[in-house]
């Protein structure tokens, strides 16, 4: 895919102003953040459960190593090929390479966030295969030659009318009188055309939402069955999976997965399925070879880092469901794979800070997505580490550099700092005093730019802090 995380505040601005995807993204308070909302009720131990993944996931990584060595001498037991990726780019040659191998010619795939990081597809139709996504959302957004710009949800930022005209557009050996106007029948439509891809696939390719060390299994939690379909009915089956992915034991997989299906859309997942080696003699299905790629990319390097808790996400969506930022200019802004709070964080240690240092810059600081976060990763504390290895390296525009500076003086002055204060606050009352407001002030072009800017009015709160200490009645 195109990186253009460097653009983010010209990609924002322009999905500010397209009307079609602000409706779109018009229905995520209704859609994912009710269904949160409504399962997490139904869960009074939700919260002990958290507690409980966090605990999980902070012992696994703690001891990474140990796990994914456990989970590959039972996956290779129980007949697995496992390959290591430390790059995106050894992870598509050795899946080209399987690919190769088994003579691919269509490849069908199950959702997965990590071949979109690696930019999978570009390179197995570079070698000549015809690649078909199989999720719903995936194959829309594919079709129209997008990336997805959610994660549980790739074609949120589409309408209903325009997955119509899609497939009008595309499906045309299919009756041009044919009924599309109901959610179903483009569902049907879909399925029409993705069970002959399943059909006909020599391999399928799938993510993993979770690797179980006790059992060599790999997990994949989906609600169309289409991942099932994926890699039970090709000859080949390849998992590709980021070396976070592993827990210890089939139960914490369960405890997880209760918090996994709560945060993302509701209750349960509709299918959740265990893989473990390739069809043994007597399975009535099942792929004959198995293999599963696992990749660093960078994940490595954050172990030692305060960046680490983010390596705890189960890849639920709640951070960007209830995002400020993302409900209002959506994925694609945020120029890679992973958008939202979890993308501010995770997207810099992947694609370097350089090119990504506008996301965590890029939120309110609401505290929203932590509160959500099944796995209580503290995301606006890790966006402000970002802004400030950033600062450190240089980054930053002079103005804001030389404003940080200035603050800072005056922060470690607190003394200097309220008399500033109060000479500034008295100072742009009077100034504002006839109108109540500022169209434009020196410094603040960015907020009048677009409304006004009170005028402040009265004491600082500082002062009224120290009032209310001393007892002054009001
Ligand atoms: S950071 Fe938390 S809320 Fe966001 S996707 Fe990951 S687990 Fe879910």
Redo the contacts with the bound molecule.
């Keep these: 895919m195109d990186i253009t995380a460097h653009a983010f505040k010209a990609n924002a601005k322009a999905a500010l102003g397209d009307a079609q995807l602000q409706r779109a993204l018009s229905g995520l308070p209704g859609g994912l953040v009710a269904q949160r909302t409504a399962a997490r009720a139904k869960l009074p131990e939700f919260e002990a459960l958290r507690d409980i993944g966090r605990d999980i996931k902070n012992h696994t990584l703690a001891n990474l190593d140990l796990y994914l060595e456990a989970w590959e001498t039972k996956a290779r037991a129980a007949g697995a090929h496992v390959h290591w990726a430390p790059t995106a780019a050894d992870a598509r040659q050795i899946i080209l390479d399987i690919c190769q191998a088994a003579n691919a010619r269509i490849v069908t795939k199950g959702k997965s966030m990590i071949s979109e990081e690696v930019g999978l597809n570009a390179h197995l139709q570079a070698a000549g295969m015809e690649v078909v996504e199989t999720d719903l959302g995936e194959y829309l957004v594919q079709i129209r030659k997008e990336t997805p710009s959610h ?1 549980i949800a790739p074609a949120i930022h589409l309408t209903q009318d325009q997955v119509e005209q899609d497939f009008r557009r595309l499906h045309t050996h299919l009756p041009r009188d044919r009924v599309l106007s109901e959610a179903p029948q483009l569902v049907d439509e879909a399925r029409q055309i993705l069970r002959q891809k399943f059909i006909s696939a020599d391999v399928g390719i799938t993510g993993a939402n979770f690797l179980i060390a006790e059992t060599g299994s790999s997990v994949i939690v989906t609600n169309e069955g289409n991942g099932d379909l994926t890699q039970s009915l090709a000859k080949t089956h390849i998992v590709i999976a980021s070396i976070e992915k592993v827990v210890p034991t089939l139960e914490d997989v369960s405890t997880l997965i209760r918090l ?1 299906a709560r ?2 859309t509701q209750e349960i997942s509709t299918y959740t399925t265990f893989s473990t080696g390739p069809r043994r003699p007597g399975d009535t299905d099942g792929p004959e070879n198995y293999h599963v790629v696992i990749l660093d990319n960078g994940r490595t390097a954050l172990l030692g880092t305060p960046f680490r808790e ?1 390596l ?9 469901n209830h995002c400020p930022v993302y409900g209002a200019v959506g994925g694609h802004a945020y120029g890679f794979v992973y958008p ?3 993308g501010a ?1 995770i997207n810099p240690a992947i694609i370097g800070l350089k090119e990504a240092a506008h996301l965590p810059n890029a939120s309110t600081f609401c505290g929203r ?1 932590e509160s ?4 209580k ?1 503290p ?1 606006p504390k890790l966006m402000r580490d970002w802004r400030t290895l950033e600062f450190a390296d240089g980054g930053g525009t002079l103005a804001a550099r030389a404003g940080l500076k200035l603050w800072a003086y005056f922060a470690r002055r607190p003394r200097v700092y309220h008399m500033a204060a109060r000479l500034g606050i008295t100072a742009l009352g009077l100034a504002g005093r006839s109108r109540g407001a500022f169209r434009w002030l020196p410094l603040a072009g960015a907020w009048t730019r677009h409304r006004d800017m009170p005028a402040p009015q009265g004491q600082t709160f500082q002062q009224l802090w120290a009032e209310h200490k001393a007892g002054v009645p009001r």
Excluded: F, H, K, Q
């Excluded at 705890?312 to 960007?320: F, S």
């Excluded at 959500?372 to 796995?375: K, T």
């Design positions: 994660i996994l945060s993302a983010a705890r996400c189960i890849r639920c969506g709640a951070c960007m939202g709070p979890i964080v997505c959500v976060c099944p796995m990763i995301l």
